[in-house]
Structures are given as structure tokens and as C-alpha cells.
């Protein structure tokens, strides 16, 4: 098994899953001896240190027992798909289901992936009624009065807690110290030490889209960014920023435009564009998102102007409304619903304390080029 040219997941977590696979499914069991260092490293085209981490990171997992001078071989285990239960619910206090719109679906993925997980487990999945406030960029100062004695009311009901980025650092820094049950913080890094956290490869996906519209041939930048700030999305941007100029010569130019409505998103793009256009070099859009990428798209084809050869448009995030119309919009594919998936089963993982340190898990991405790049 290998990875492919526009998706990082690291070798050896790709063999590690494979094993973990066979293992789950009764293919190796109890006893089986499992390849061998060399056995890997030849099937696999990997170097000994990886094949090496394979069984460190099995053997922490309680997937594989070494015995001197024999190799290593299958463990006794709690089966992966039957974690230990005590309540048998996983709290989500994360942005909930909404109706679909063409710009914004995100969460409705993660949601998704998050859902598919549990009841592949046989676990039920309990939205407090407040999460329909983390809609709001903003959280009333009501909400967050309360927010900390709520989290924890609901940790007592449940085995594991999904956290929506959107709960500032001032509530999750009182309830760090109380929560005694697998949690993780989605979407962006907490500056609370004990909060664990689980980030989408938006600054990975967002650097090699990048370098790519380099190699092809693109000098003009317009970097559009969303003027609700957020962490991981401004992190990925600056990381624009920096590659840029580390690849960048003297014939390349860039424009940051702050995008704070999407409907007159286009104004601000095409002022930059006219302007860049003077200079007879090929343009890039580069938005931090998908849904400004769809606005940006939508409105310039309104004015009669085409993507093709000389602009190019790409947004961040793989939501589904990238590709809900012609043209197709290039976008790194963050996988959403993969993602909200990878936060239920490191849940599961820990609960049955099988897993991985989140800050080791790396999200998958894929650069998708679509009709717009």
C-alpha cells in the first residue's frame, strides 16, 4: 500500500490500519504471528525505522505482543468494534444538522461521518439543546455563562464528548480538570493543555495547492479570506502567505482581499483581478474557503468571465456545493465526513484506551483541480 501523490496519510499508519484490519476482521488471530520487519519492508517499499514504528505504535495499541527471538504475533484484545460500554451514547455538542445550503455544509458532513461511526458501534449520539447556539459565530454571553455547568451535566450521561471549536478557551480552561471521560476539540488547536484537539489538513491541503498553481505557471495571487476570524483557517492562509514568497520570484504579484459578504465578494475580486490583469501574467483565486470560492464563482460568471488558462480558482475544504454545479471548482478536499468519522473512532479508540496521542493522527486531504484550475 502506498500514498498518492495528492493524499498524506504517513506510510506507516497506512500498513499499521491494514494490520489493525486483518486483525479486526479475524483474518490474523489470537496468536497468528504477524510479517516481520523484513516481510514489511519489502512488501511495502518502506525503510526498516518505518516498519519498525508499525509495531511500536501495534504494540501500544494492544494489537501485538513481541516475543524475543521470534518476532511478533497477534494479542489478546477487546475486538475494536465492541468498546467498552457504560452508557452507550457519545455527547455531541457541536454545530447540529441544518438545512442544506449551496455555500455552507461542512459541519453537515462531519456530523455525518460522526453519526456513521457511533451506530457502526451500536452507540446512540446525544445533541444537548443548546448546540443550535453554536450556529452563531458568536456565542451570547448567556451562553457562555452557562456553557461550562452544561458540558459537564452532559459528561455525566455520556462515554465520550465531540466539542465544536466554537466554545472559547475561557470555558473549556474550567471544565479541563473535571472532564474524566475521552474528549476531543474539533477543528482548531485549544491553548488549554488538557483539552485534546483533532485539526483537518487545511494547512497541509492549502500549501500544496499552492505549490501546484506555481508549477503551473500562475504569477498573479488573489488571496481571499473570510473576515470572521478563525484559527485554523488564518493559520492555512499565512502558510499561503509564507509559500508564496518562499516560491515567488520578482515576476509574481499577490492581493489579500477580506471577504465579508459573500455577495460583494466579487466587487473586491474583480478590483484586484483589473488591476492585476495589466500585467499580462496568469491569475489564481485562492479562497480559504468553499463557499467563498462558490460566490466568487458564481458572481464572476454573471459579468461573462470564464475560468480556463490564464484564471484559475480554487477554495479549501471539499464540501459537496464545490461541486453541486458547472464549473467544477478546484478545492483541497479536506474530508469532512472522513473527519468527522476519525473523531468518533479515536473516541472509541480511547474509551477503550487502544489509541494513538491525537496530536499523532493526520487527517487525509486531496487536491481535487475540478473545471477551475
Not at 488547536?189 to 492549502?206: E, F, M, R, T, W
Not at 492562509?237 to 516560491?247: A, D, G, K, Q
Not at 489564481?284 to 464572476?300: G, H, K, N
Request: aromatic share 10%.
Amino acid at each position: 500500500m502506498m500514498t498518492t501523490e495528492n493524499t498524506v496519510i504517513p506510510l506507516y499508519r497506512q500498513i499499521k490500519d491494514e494490520i489493525k484490519h486483518l486483525i479486526n476482521t479475524g483474518v490474523l488471530k489470537e496468536g497468528d504471528k504477524i510479517p516481520s520487519v523484513s516481510e514489511i519492508t519489502q512488501e511495502h517499499g518502506v525503510s526498516p525505522i518505518t516498519a519498525v514504528r508499525v509495531f511500536k505504535e501495534l504494540s501500544r495499541e494492544n494489537y501485538a505482543r513481541q516475543e524475543k527471538g521470534k518476532g511478533y504475533f497477534v494479542s489478546l484484545r477487546q475486538q475494536k468494534n465492541s468498546p467498552r460500554k457504560l452508557h452507550g451514547v457519545i455527547g455531541c455538542i457541536i454545530r447540529p444538522y441544518r438545512p442544506t445550503t449551496v455555500y455552507d455544509n461542512y459541519f453537515n458532513e462531519i456530523n455525518a461521518g460522526v453519526q456513521k461511526e457511533c451506530m457502526k458501534r451500536n452507540f446512540d449520539t446525544l445533541y444537548p439543546g443548546f448546540c443550535f447556539d453554536l450556529n452563531n459565530h458568536n456565542l451570547s454571553p448567556q451562553t457562555i455563562t452557562t456553557l461550562d455547568k452544561v458540558i459537564l451535566t452532559v459528561a455525566e450521561r455520556v462515554d465520550g464528548l465531540i466539542l465544536d471549536e466554537r466554545i472559547p478557551d475561557s470555558v473549556l480552561e474550567k471544565i479541563a480538570d473535571k472532564l474524566k471521560i475521552p474528549h476531543v476539540l474539533l477543528f482548531r488547536q485549544s491553548n488549554v493543555p488538557k483539552i485534546k484537539s483533532l485539526v483537518p489538513a487545511y494547512i497541509d491541503g492549502a500549501k500544496k495547492a499552492l505549490e501546484q498553481a506555481v508549477k503551473s505557471g500562475y504569477k498573479n495571487f488573489i488571496l481571499c479570506n473570510n473576515y470572521l476570524l478563525h484559527p485554523t483557517v488564518d493559520s492555512a492562509m499565512n502558510s499561503v502567505r509564507s509559500r508564496l514568497y518562499e516560491l515567488g520570484n520578482k515576476n509574481s504579484h499577490f492581493y489579500s482581499v477580506l471577504i465579508d459578504n459573500y455577495f460583494n465578494a466579487t466587487e473586491k475580486v474583480m478590483s484586484a483581478y483589473n488591476e492585476l490583469k495589466a500585467n499580462n501574467q496568469k491569475t489564481f483565486i485562492f479562497c480559504s474557503t468553499d463557499s467563498i470560492a462558490r460566490a466568487v464563482c458564481d458572481e464572476l460568471e454573471k459579468k461573462g468571465i470564464s475560468f480556463g488558462e490564464d484564471l484559475g480558482l480554487l477554495g479549501v475544504g471539499g464540501t459537496g456545493y464545490a461541486t453541486m454545479r458547472k464549473p467544477e471548482i478546484a478545492t483541497v478536499d479536506t474530508k469532512p465526513f472522513e473527519f468527522g468519522q476519525l473523531a468518533a473512532e479515536w473516541i472509541f479508540n480511547e474509551i477503550n484506551q487502544q489509541t494513538e496521542a491525537v496530536d499523532e493522527i493526520i487527517p487525509a486531504f486531496e487536491l481535487k483541480l475540478g473545471d477551475t484550475f
